[in-house]
């Protein structure tokens, strides 16, 4: 009850392209309500990086770090408890990333943030949930350094920790959380077609997680952020696309295995 929950996504839907940067703020008014207090709206932009003469100017003729930062702007002056953030940070300079950062570290609410960006998740957040695509889900108090100097003890939370089909068909005992039937309990003989995949799949299943890593680490750099929105969101899928992926090979290695 009570929630006032404020959403920012990576569209910006909410900023009117046909109106200033000032009138999309102050929606009629010269004062905006930030934290039980009144600001100019004036004021208000400066702290997001608008000078008195940019606030004048067509939200259409913004580039597109200004469109993100006038998007946070709006949001932040919302009256809200609960704020979903999905990505916020792409499209987002240096000192515009600070601004958020010093801002959300102000927050007295609930904030729930997807993000790429390490640096930032470790910089906002208290605690941190890491999807793993296949049905588990990880939960650290802290950010993501704590997260990943936990996890990294934990196999099987995470693609990249997990021991590869290889690697496990050397190993005389199963950890607990994978499947296994003892060679004696196979009701019948793999096909050749079937026992050729079978072996093929360690190799793809190490080249998939190869090209996961890469993606992965395109995506920490420093400058993705500042990538055009369709890059990024071509990467992004990629992404989705190859843990889908990763997905089916363990599922097929796991079938064929136990047959």
Not at 141 to 163: C, E, F, H, I, M
Request: with cysteine; hydrophobic share 30%.
């Amino acid at each position: 009850t009570k929630l006032n929950i404020a959403y920012f996504d990576q569209r910006r839907d909410d900023i009117d392209l046909n109106k200033s940067v000032f009138d999309n703020i102050a929606d009629g008014h010269q004062y905006v309500d930030i934290d039980d207090r009144q600001v100019h709206v004036m004021s208000y932009l400066q702290q997001y990086l608008f000078p008195p003469e940019r606030a004048r100017t067509p939200a259409r003729a913004l580039s597109g770090g200004e469109l993100s930062r006038l998007a946070l702007a709006k949001l932040m002056a919302s009256p809200f408890n609960l704020l979903i953030m999905d990505e916020p940070t792409n499209d987002l300079d240096m000192e515009t990333l600070e601004v958020l950062e010093n801002h959300l570290a102000d927050y007295k609410g609930t904030l729930i943030l997807i993000s790429h960006d390490r640096d930032f998740i470790d910089n906002t957040v208290s605690n941190v949930l890491h999807l793993t695509g296949r049905g588990a889900v990880s939960q650290c108090v802290g950010g993501y350094s704590d997260w990943a100097s936990k996890y990294r003890d934990q196999p099987g939370l995470s693609q990249n920790t997990q021991t590869t089909p290889k690697k496990q068909a050397t190993t005389k005992h199963v950890t607990s959380n994978q499947a296994a039937v003892k060679p004696e309990s196979k009701s019948k003989k793999l096909t050749y077609n079937d026992q050729r995949e079978l072996d093929q799949l360690p190799d793809k299943i190490e080249s998939a997680e190869a090209s996961y890593e890469h993606l992965q680490q395109l995506i920490s750099e420093p400058d993705f952020a500042t990538k055009p929105h369709e890059d990024s969101a071509k990467i992004y899928q990629q992404l989705a696309d190859l843990e889908q992926h990763i997905s089916q090979l363990y599922e097929r290695w796991e079938a064929l295995s136990n047959h």
